[in-house]
């Protein structure tokens, strides 16, 4: 059974005249239906869609942070107090400065240049220290396994070096362990 809505009766609520945007929207509502309709993707699933769509705002991720320079640690008996005021004059800003077991003070520095500049301090005025190697200038040990007994030592090295390795000092291992323990 169709039901004509020309034909209904009107009561006082329909009477009022709709604002332009209730019009607005029951002609977007209305169009929106119809193509619909005419496109396999509804209304519906584009506005889902436009609220599942990645933030173009969003925040990039922070890059890796350098690695830090190995602590420095002061003897017993260094006198912190003037190495404090020194590298105050001297604008070496260490980060910071912990007090360890055994009396001495451990010292942390943000980048390579203050290690540096800190090292350097300390050696000048014969300060009594302990640190360790940088990364970067720490030497590159290997050990290569299965070369023949027999194959010349200075060959390899050539070799090594031709690759672009700096090779300070090569030993046949075997020899060496043999020299020592025969």
């Not at 203050?114 to 009594?128: E, H, I, M, P």
Request: contains cysteine; glycine residues 4%; proline residues 9%.
């Amino acid at each position: 059974m169709d039901i004509d809505p020309s034909s209904a009766p009107t009561s006082r609520a329909n009477d009022a005249k709709p604002s332009p945007a209730a019009v607005q929207q029951t002609q977007t509502t209305s169009t929106a239906s119809v193509e619909s309709t005419r496109n396999p993707v509804s209304a519906s699933t584009q506005a889902v869609t436009a609220k599942t769509a990645p933030r173009t705002g969003a925040k990039p991720t922070a890059p890796p942070r350098p690695k830090l320079p190995p602590p420095i640690f002061l003897r017993k008996g260094a006198n912190f107090l003037q190495i404090s005021a020194d590298c105050t004059r001297l604008r070496i800003n260490y980060s910071k400065a912990v007090r360890t077991a055994d009396d001495g003070i451990k010292i942390h520095c943000p980048d390579v240049e203050t290690f540096r500049s800190l090292n350097k301090y300390l050696v000048d005025f014969k300060v009594q220290f302990h640190t360790y190697a940088l990364e970067e200038e720490r030497k590159l040990k290997a050990v290569i396994r299965g070369i023949p007994t027999d194959f010349p030592v200075d060959e390899i090295q050539a070799d090594l070096c031709g690759q672009g390795f700096l090779c300070t000092r090569c030993t046949d291992f075997a020899a060496e362990t043999a020299h020592h323990y025969g």
